[in-house]
């Protein structure tokens, strides 16, 4: 008697019983076009109400939403691509969402066919919100049809969430798949304050030279969560790099906070550790990339600007500046009117102008340095939208504001990164105006989590407010 066929049956059987039914919001897959494969081994459903609204997307000027429309609905399409009518209305496999043998489905309800129903609640569709409540009444309608089964509600719409879950529904959440931290306290900060003495707990070390460098190798089990390019120090003298990390051991360069605080980049000093810190990230021909995080103020914008002067017009590193910005104007259009790019940038670039004063504050005719330097350093001002589909070579590249930027769009723009060119990316994760990212979801904290293990790629924190005694306050109180 074979006894492993019977067990089989009834693990798969089992399977099939407790399978989630999850039924996604259409900015679920405007956020992720993707989305329908993250489920597992789930059923998803997606409301002919959500094709509806994709379709209209798709046609938009906003270029970045109708384009992850249209992959959302490719993505779609490749599923029910040879599906009969019926088989799209029950559930079809969905391709690479197989656990334990067990696929993924994937269905289309007819939302359209809905009517009231005294036994289901049942929202009106016939005002502002129309398309919203016809979500949520899907939902409502599993639930009423399978009580024993778990029904969940996916969307981003906070308002949605309360709502549904207002109407009956005892299950909606936010879709976490792009999640890569339970708490924004813990992001990468890229450095690590030890306190007392940090050879005190370090038990063995070893010597070695590189070059014209000395590195202290110390087993990885003595410095389990340190990654590369991350800087350590003490509150004694001790001050150290994270120069690279293998299998058994981390090596560090030992450096000395002195001379951090006397790297000047374009006339500019550091005011702050955190601020030397990231002037020596900017300055490592080692890092492709640097992520600067921080609150308004703490003088992101200025590093990276100082640094790209000088490499360019000093070290003669670079051939260009490029500048881009997120603001929700730029996500979408720059408009029709007569003007350059860089005409029509202009207001959403005001911050670099500013940054260029207080760079050349001092000289005798500010606006015509500006002007020189602007010519020299051969700025150019980008709109994010039309740095997709080109290189940029010989380039250093700052994208200001990218905490409102989706995981997608982050990746767009960073794989526009050409040979011998750097990129530096700055944000506030305090100041997100993206009313469908949170701290949490942002693309600038996914990038953060997920290079910080890259050898070329470098995080820094820049703490402290340096533009006033009010902004500090504004800052932290208001």
């Not at 999640?179 to 940090?198: C, N, P």
């Not at 602007?374 to 590249?397: C, P, T, V």
Request: hydrophobic share 40%; with cysteine.
């Amino acid at each position: 008697m074979d006894s492993g066929s019977p067990l089989r049956v009834e693990k798969t059987t089992l399977k099939a019983v407790i399978k989630k039914t999850y039924v996604l919001d259409t900015n679920v897959l405007l956020h992720d076009p993707t989305a329908v494969t993250a489920f597992n081994e789930h059923h998803v459903v997606i409301p002919m109400t959500v094709l509806e609204e994709l379709d209209h997307i798709k046609d938009r000027h906003e270029k970045t939403v109708s384009r992850e429309a249209r992959i959302a609905i490719q993505m779609i399409d490749k599923v029910v691509d040879t599906a009969s009518p019926q088989e799209i209305q029950s559930g079809v496999p969905i391709p690479g969402s197989n656990r334990e043998g067990v696929p993924g489905t994937l269905a289309i309800y007819p939302d359209q066919l809905l009517s009231d129903d005294s036994d289901v609640p049942y929202l009106d569709v016939t005002q502002d919100q129309a398309n919203d409540n016809r979500i949520i009444n899907v939902a409502l309608r599993l639930q009423a049809e399978n009580p024993a089964a778990f029904v969940c509600l996916v969307t981003k719409d906070i308002n949605m969430r309360i709502k549904a879950k207002g109407s009956g529904l005892m299950h909606v959440e936010d879709y976490r798949r792009d999640r890569v931290l339970d708490d924004i306290d813990l992001l990468a900060r890229g450095y690590e304050h030890i306190e007392g003495d940090f050879w005190s707990d370090i038990s063995e070390v070893d010597t070695l030279r590189e070059g014209d460098c000395t590195l202290h190798r110390i087993p990885r089990r003595s410095l389990p969560n340190v990654y590369p390019n991350m800087f350590l120090y003490d509150d004694q003298a001790f001050m150290a790099f994270v120069k690279r990390i293998d299998g058994d051991y981390v090596y560090l360069h030992c450096d000395s906070r002195d001379k951090l605080m006397h790297r000047r980049f374009w006339g500019l000093a550091p005011r702050n550790l955190e601020q030397a810190m990231a002037m020596a990230l900017l300055e490592n021909d080692n890092v492709d990339m640097t992520v600067m995080t921080g609150p308004a103020g703490s003088g992101k914008t200025l590093l990276a600007l100082a640094y790209g002067l000088h490499a360019i017009l000093e070290q003669k590193r670079f051939s260009k500046l490029i500048v881009a910005r997120s603001t929700p104007p730029i996500a979408e259009d720059i408009g029709f009117l007569p003007g350059t790019e860089e005409e029509k940038m202009a207001p959403w670039l005001a911050a670099f102008d500013d940054n260029l004063e207080i760079l050349h504050g001092t000289d005798e005719s500010c606006h015509g340095s500006i002007a020189y330097v602007k010519e020299r350093a051969n700025i150019q001002f980008k709109s994010l939208n039309f740095m997709r589909g080109r290189s940029f070579n010989n380039a250093y590249i700052i994208i200001d504001e990218a905490q409102g930027l989706s995981q997608f769009q982050l990746k767009s723009v960073i794989s526009r990164v050409g040979a011998d060119s750097k990129i530096v990316v700055l944000g506030n994760l305090a100041q997100i105006d993206n009313k469908y990212i949170s701290p949490l979801t942002s693309g600038l904290t996914y990038l953060v989590e997920k290079t910080k293990a890259y050898p070329h790629a470098g995080i820094m924190h820049v703490n402290g407010i340096v533009r006033s005694r009010l902004a500090a306050f504004a800052e932290e109180q208001l």
